[in-house]
């Protein structure tokens, strides 16, 4: 379970990671028509696959639209913890 | 605002603790081509951005670098995490250790606590952007020094990253410096100021050239 949870959160960093750099392209190119909708795609996929391990595994945001009792948000491990 | 994210922008997993390479890394945290610096330059900077590119892209990598501040502050945390205080003494960081334990304070390498003085916000657009193009390659030049001391792949593979995005960094802000200049005409490279007009008006009053 920790490896499937790992493998999903890789694939979100992954897509957030490709939409920041599009994000950052495009503040300097905002008439570029292909790398908007490359940006966008990877967004969708992101929220997607976000949506999904907010469901399986709890919140990456403390505004998760799933909050469960106890209070996730608080639950380890935190970004640096992973060992 | 922000709203943070249970992730890191790149995955931080070292599984054998060095803390004399925790002491050299820890400069890209609280060092003077560090991310903290990097951050807080960039979103002070923004507000006195003459266009859309420069105020977009100063916010938005000023964003990112407090995720790169994360990221080195995992790398060191993971480095030291539970290395008993001796073998931290004998690895350059008992001085480190006294102050500070096992936990994450900014400081460079040879200890220094960071400071405001490693940054600039000059209210000039052309005078910042070409003090984060110099500043996006000293932190390109940090990191490879780093990569040269490190032999842990675990360690050296973030540190390509964040190598990287500082390549990506000064790549837009050239792109936005350009930008900036064309809006401000080619002739103007340094913007005058109210201020200077007016000393100009007293000095040519006090040497009598005005009548």
Not at chain 2, 22 to 30: E, P, V
Not at chain 2, 36 to 60: G, H, V, W
Not at chain 2, 102 to 108: E, G, I, N
């Amino acid at each position: 379970m920790v490896k499937e949870r790992e493998k999903l959160l890789r694939e979100i960093m992954a897509y957030d990671f490709a939409a920041i750099d599009m994000q950052l392209y495009l503040n300097t190119h905002p008439h570029d028509v292909r790398a908007i909708s490359l940006h966008n795609c990877y967004v969708n996929r992101s929220r997607i696959l976000k949506d999904m391990y907010e469901r399986l595994y709890g919140p990456l945001t403390a505004s998760s639209p799933y909050p469960r009792y106890p209070w996730k948000w608080i639950e380890s491990p935190w970004p640096w913890e992973y060992q | 605002m922000w709203i943070y994210e249970k992730k890191l922008e790149y995955p931080v997993k070292i599984k054998n603790k060095n803390p004399k390479m925790a002491k050299y890394i820890i400069t890209q945290y609280g060092g003077p081509d560090g991310e903290l610096a990097a951050s807080l330059r960039y979103l002070s900077q923004r507000f006195s951005m003459p266009t859309e590119e420069a105020k977009a892209i100063l916010n938005d990598i000023g964003t990112e670098e407090l995720a790169h501040l994360e990221i080195v502050g995992t790398m060191v945390f993971q480095l030291t995490k539970g290395v008993p205080p001796d073998v931290l003494e004998k690895m350059g960081l008992g001085a480190y250790y006294s102050d500070h334990d096992h936990a994450v304070y900014p400081v460079s390498a040879s200890g220094v606590p960071f400071t405001a003085a490693y940054i600039q916000s000059k209210g000039d657009p052309i005078a910042d952007l070409h003090e984060n193009l110099a500043a996006e390659q000293k932190a390109r030049a940090t990191y490879e020094n780093l990569i040269n001391l490190a032999d842990d792949p675990d360690v050296i593979d973030p540190l390509r990253f964040l190598r990287a995005r500082e390549i990506v960094h000064f790549q837009r802000f050239g792109e936005a410096l350009g930008i900036v200049q064309e809006k401000l005409g080619q002739k103007k490279f340094y913007m005058s100021k109210p201020k200077e007009e007016k000393l100009a008006e007293s000095n040519k009053e006090a040497y009598g050239l005005k009548k």
